[in-house]
């Protein structure tokens, strides 16, 4: 694979910061997440420009998800990047909590008393009630990745996803354990550059 993959989690939102789970809803950027977006959008022309690479030459794949359509909207504007309603892959949607998207722990535990321990015991194949589990993320995020990779043999990509989704994608591309992707970390403020087998962190 002779060109990068440029992988991003979208900015902080509200419900970040209100320590919601959010799956398939969504809600807005904070202002906090806006700048988040604009940093990383500035910092992702500088790569680029290092690395010799013109923006219009990237290819941009991203959730359809409302947060990441922001995300790149703002770090689109600041690299230079070209994008289309093509770009989005709904197999870069973050993890659904099924009933649980919306809600915080406090919440959940008072619908589901126990659930979230049991969450916690199993992260990889614990399923919330009408959501999806990482082996389920995982299969449709390999799919995606498989066609990425494809892509970045012609040209640079930059892949605008979520915290789960994300590290998912990261893990498969490094040939990681489970333990090890559900240790990863899922930042707001920095992107990873996925090459030749491992992955840079830039902030």
């Given at each position: 694979?002779?060109h990068?993959?440029?992988?991003f989690?979208?900015g902080e939102?509200v419900?970040?910061?209100e320590?919601r789970?959010?799956g398939h809803l969504?809600s807005?950027?904070?202002e ?9 959008g500035?910092?992702?022309?500088r790569?680029?420009?290092r690395a ?7 290819v941009?794949?991203a ?8 995300t ?5 504007e ?8 093509a ?10 909590w099924?009933?649980?998207d919306g809600?915080n ?7 589901w008393?126990?659930q979230?321990?049991a ?7 614990y399923?919330?009630?009408n ?8 299969e449709r995020a390999r799919?995606a990745l498989?066609?990425i990779?494809?892509?970045?043999a012609?040209?640079p ?19 990681a ?13 920095a ?10 962190r830039?902030?």
């Amino acid at each position: 694979m002779p060109h990068p993959i440029y992988l991003f989690r979208h900015g902080e939102t509200v419900w970040n910061a209100e320590k919601r789970a959010q799956g398939h809803l969504d809600s807005p950027l904070t202002e906090a997440g806006r700048a988040q977006a604009r940093a990383m959008g500035g910092a992702l022309a500088r790569e680029l420009a290092r690395a010799g690479y013109a923006p219009a030459t990237v290819v941009v794949r991203a959730s359809p998800l409302g947060r990441v359509r922001e995300t790149l909207a703002i770090a689109a504007e600041a690299a230079g990047l070209v994008h289309d309603e093509a770009c989005h892959d709904h197999r870069l949607r973050e993890m659904s909590w099924g009933d649980w998207d919306g809600l915080n722990g406090s919440e959940i535990e008072a619908r589901w008393p126990g659930q979230m321990a049991a969450r916690r015991l199993d992260h990889w194949t614990y399923c919330p009630p009408n959501g999806e589990n990482y082996v389920m993320v995982t299969e449709r995020a390999r799919a995606a990745l498989d066609d990425i990779v494809a892509l970045a043999a012609a040209k640079p990509v930059a892949v605008f996803a979520h915290g789960g989704s994300g590290r998912v994608l990261r893990g498969l591309f490094l040939g990681a354990p489970q333990a090890d992707i559900l240790k990863m970390d899922q930042p707001q403020d920095a992107f990873y550059r996925l090459h030749r087998g491992a992955a840079e962190r830039i902030s």
